[in-house]
DNA sequence: TTTAGCACTCTTTTGGGATGAGTGCTACCA
DNA sequence: TGGTAGCACTCATCCCAAAAGAGTGCTAAA
């Protein structure tokens, strides 16, 4: 749609990369200088004002030099996402710090996000919606109270899961006994996703029908369950990462960054969102809509992790629109795989 | 130890609460024409003059007014403390938030946490060491893989505990369960004060001697049990309310506070502290010394909630040394023991 | 003992001028 | 015709000095 010369484009390019490395708007004297085109600035000044009038690029006023519009980061990052590579020691610093990781997925998932703040020097996040707790282990019903239940449910990964369950009866610890039984026989190494459906069969098998205790049972391993699978739970880490960017010097932007953390669920959503849609790296600028109010200039840069073809959960960079991307994307790209890899091995046990 | 007369003790307090309020440095003027008795500005600035020999107000520079100093609020809190009252509606308010709180003990305490934080306007905290967990409700042992062991442990009170022990033997799951049942069985209901003794006692008995499968039953639940114990949680929310006081206005400040937030650890032993030295509601002042270095210009407020005569853990509320406490001291007050007769019930069941 | 008055101190605010970075435009060159 | 040098112009920012304002300490008087 937008049609540059490659000189428009050396240009665009030197712009955003020096932008991202100062903070400042860029002169073209500068670029004039560093660019490996010799050109003076005056040429420059043109090109640049061409780039302004296709919206790429902005000047917060007459006399100062111009700064990368999120038009214009968008067309930059569209072309840097071809090129992206990992040094090798960068990926050997990776592997090693979650190698070493414990082998509680929460733990895991909690380091992995720790790990792409660091290295980002943002903040990083994981998304594990549970609906991927990958296979069924064991479920444990207990009394808390007479109609009070709490059911335990562990994935063959060892992550747990708890929830609360009214009962309308009153029911007694040795009948709960006989659901946990029951139950984990059943439901013994079934994949998470077929799990509703091998409950419906049950349910409409003949002991369910003529057994009041298999149907109880059925009926509350299928509510608990459903808790589970609507659950997700996410890790951010390094938040106060944020607070370096000099973008954020201002109090107030900064409480309306760090509280719009404090919403879990709508970031939630906002991962949701990058877990549905993409198959690959993908990058969430302020401005383009799906981000929060309160983030307008901010920035998330997100890759799915997956098992074989289907996607377990998502996790991400949060930062300032003027990132490091050509740092964070390979890094981003790589931790997702990496972590792909562990995942694997943990459920395979 | 220091000599107030009764007008130095008026001024005094006069200044801190103005200081409270409005954060600036007070004026000879601005307490003349608030206070009660009528005396001129000229007077009042002999007092404070006297006030600030005696080191309990310090003034930022020569033209200035004055602020207090950690020991004058020290003194101002501890005659504050007697008179503390809160009133009937904001017990209501409290009531009504923790009273609608799930089961779940966790929930609740974060709950807690979070109420605090809103009432008071700034950070609140909920500690609870696992110590606490005031009785035994089950235990299970779930293979992971040949030589790794989840123990899931569930209080009376519904609080999930998990652990991860590496076992030197293989292990198959036929045998876990049997360990399960034989220490769901002799830990029923036992105060886990008396479940370690419990587990020596019964090591030391025929059956373990002789049995190796219950020699190793107790042995690892007695190292999972271990784990718990040392393992405390801690709920910590509404850190960005802190971004609203003036004193925290500049960056750098504000990171090193959200910072300390971060290390879990050292604000357990915070805490810990708080829980071991108090009886009642205790307030530590920020160069008061057990707070963390980064930390000189903050103050907490806790008080421990208990059962019985046995304290389970400390809530409070983290803020600047400019805070209102003559409202803060009574919520944190009520919320404790408002806490502990929630516990009380939810562990009675 | 209290108070009124006053000189004094120190911070904060205000405004104007200098500085400098960077632009747009025009005229010129290859 | 595309590129370049030159130049006038525009703003934000820095700096400094003057003014304003808040509050004190001290002295002398009631």
Request: hydrophobic share 40%; aromatic share 6%; proline share 4%.
């Amino acid at each position: 749609m937008i049609e540059l010369t490659q000189r428009d484009q050396i240009v665009l390019e030197a712009i955003i990369t020096d932008y991202i490395e100062t903070g400042e708007p860029v002169g073209s004297r500068t670029i004039s200088k560093r660019s490996v085109m010799n050109v003076s600035p005056a040429t420059i000044r043109n090109v640049m004002a061409d780039l302004e009038e296709m919206g790429l690029l902005h000047q917060p006023h007459t006399s100062a030099g111009r700064i990368p519009t999120v038009k214009g980061l968008r067309l930059y990052l569209d072309s840097i996402m071809r090129s992206r590579q990992l040094g090798g020691t960068e990926k050997e610093r990776i592997r090693g710090a979650l190698q070493n990781r414990p082998q509680d997925i929460a733990e895991l998932l909690r380091g992995t996000s720790l790990l792409l703040s660091q290295f980002c020097r943002q903040a990083g996040v994981v998304l594990w919606p549970r609906q991927s707790i990958a296979s069924f282990k064991h479920i444990e019903f207990l009394r808390l109270g007479p109609n009070d239940i709490m059911v335990i449910l562990i994935s063959k990964a060892g992550l747990v899961h708890q929830t609360h369950i009214e009962s309308k009866e009153e029911i007694v610890q040795a009948e709960l006994d006989k659901y946990s039984l029951y139950i984990n026989e059943l439901l013994r190494n079934v994949p998470f996703s077929r799990v509703k459906q091998r409950i419906r069969e049950e349910m409409e098998g003949e002991k369910a029908l003529f057994d009041r205790l298999f149907s109880r049972a059925l009926q509350l391993a299928n509510r608990a369950i459903q808790y589970a699978i609507e659950d997700s739970s996410i890790y951010i880490e390094g938040k106060t990462n944020l607070l370096d960017n000099p973008e954020f010097a201002h109090v107030e932007q900064m409480r309306r960054i760090l509280q719009a953390f404090e919403d879990k669920s709508k970031m939630i959503r906002l991962l949701d969102e990058a877990l549905k849609a993409s198959t690959g790296i993908q990058i969430v600028l302020g401005t383009e809509g799906e981000l929060l109010r309160e983030w307008q200039e901010m920035s998330l840069v997100s890759a799915p992790f997956r098992r074989g073809d289907t996607p377990l959960g998502v996790l991400g960079v949060i930062g300032p629109l003027r990132m490091d991307y050509s740092r964070i994307i390979p890094i981003v790209e790589f931790t997702a795989q990496f972590l792909s890899q562990m995942l694997e091995i943990a459920d395979e046990a």
